[in-house]
């Protein structure tokens, strides 16, 4: 089974990206081998990964397999803590480009702010020299907050994309203004919520029913209708071309404002000023 290739949105600099991606935490090497093959078959375009998920170079290999000619798919990956400064930043490019076994990174991202270290805005001072010699298409961070993109920003510096933890449970309404105001486009981790809690809420179910789709189709239909790049992770080929097949359904104004009203405190919720790696 294959789908229509998702459609794409363009960044501030002009670089496009899928709308819909392929997450790969937590596969190892070898599961995401397979997966990412499977994935590109099936019309993925777009891949998501990360220095801390140990799996680059099973992306990377999956890619060689599928034979599809590398500028055909955007690659995504992020780097931990310790090259937080502007030379670390190259360092973690070029050790994710030999372990990715590719030329150039389509958006390289900070994995997480660190702000008990303090050397955010030294590794995206990185990431822009990298970008300038043309190591990067795109550059952005993942997990900042409101008070760590104020940073960059008072260094008069802007992501091309924030990646965060979004779904109909978690809407980070602060977040998404501040992206809307500075033109940084939105990406959603954990699209699909953790374990099958979220998929079981009584709102996304009967949507789903409605419209003859799973609920995790409606919950990332959801985040697509609104312009935010969501990159859900399956191993299994009946779901990652479910979750790929998204593009045929609209949801109406009345269903967006429905699964609007689902957001929920958290406690639980990673918090990026005391965790990260």
């Known amino acids: 089974m294959t789908v229509p290739l998702a459609p794409s949105l363009t960044l501030t600099n002009g670089v496009r990206v899928p709308l819909l ?10 599961e995401a081998a397979v997966t990412v093959a499977e994935a590109l078959r099936l019309g ?5 990964t990360a220095e801390n998920y140990g799996n680059e170079r099973g992306v990377g290999e999956g890619l060689r397999r599928a034979g599809l000619p590398r500028e055909e798919v955007f690659i995504t990956t992020k780097f931990n803590r310790q090259w937080h400064s502007v030379d670390g930043a190259r360092q973690a490019c070029e050790a994710s480009l030999a ?14 702010p660190n702000p ?3 050397r955010y805005v030294e590794a995206f001072q990185g990431l822009v020299k990298l970008q300038e010699a043309g190591r990067v298409r795109a550059i952005g961070t993942s997990n900042f907050k409101p008070a760590h993109l104020q940073r960059l920003f008072d260094e008069g510096l802007v992501p091309h994309l924030n990646q965060i933890q979004l779904d109909p449970w978690h809407h980070r309404d602060d977040l998404l203004a501040i992206h809307h105001q500075k033109g940084i486009t939105t990406g959603a981790w954990r699209p699909l919520g953790c374990g099958n809690a979220m998929l079981a809420d009584p709102v996304i179910t009967a949507i789903a029913t ?13 985040i697509v209708q609104q312009g935010i790049i969501a990159t859900p992770k399956s191993a299994n080929p009946l779901r990652l071309a479910q979750n790929l097949d998204i593009f045929g359904f609209t949801l109406s104004p ?18 990026a000023d005391s965790f990260g790696h």
């Not at 991606?21 to 070898?30: H, K, V």
């Not at 993925?44 to 998501?48: A, E, F, G, S």
């Not at 372990?99 to 997480?112: E, K, M």
């Not at 799973?214 to 990332?220: C, E």
């Open 99 to 112: 372990r990715l076994g590719v030329d150039y990174i389509d958006l390289l991202l900070v994995h997480w």
């Open 44 to 48: 993925y375009r777009h891949l998501d």
């Open 21 to 30: 991606g392929l997450g790969t935490w937590p596969m190892n090497d070898d």
């Open 116 to 118: 008990d270290q303090g």
């Open 210 to 222: 409605a419209h003859a789709r799973t609920p995790a189709q409606v919950v990332l239909r959801w």
């Open 254 to 271: 009345a269903e967006m404002a429905a699964l609007d009203t689902l957001d929920r405190p958290d406690p639980d919720m990673l918090d």
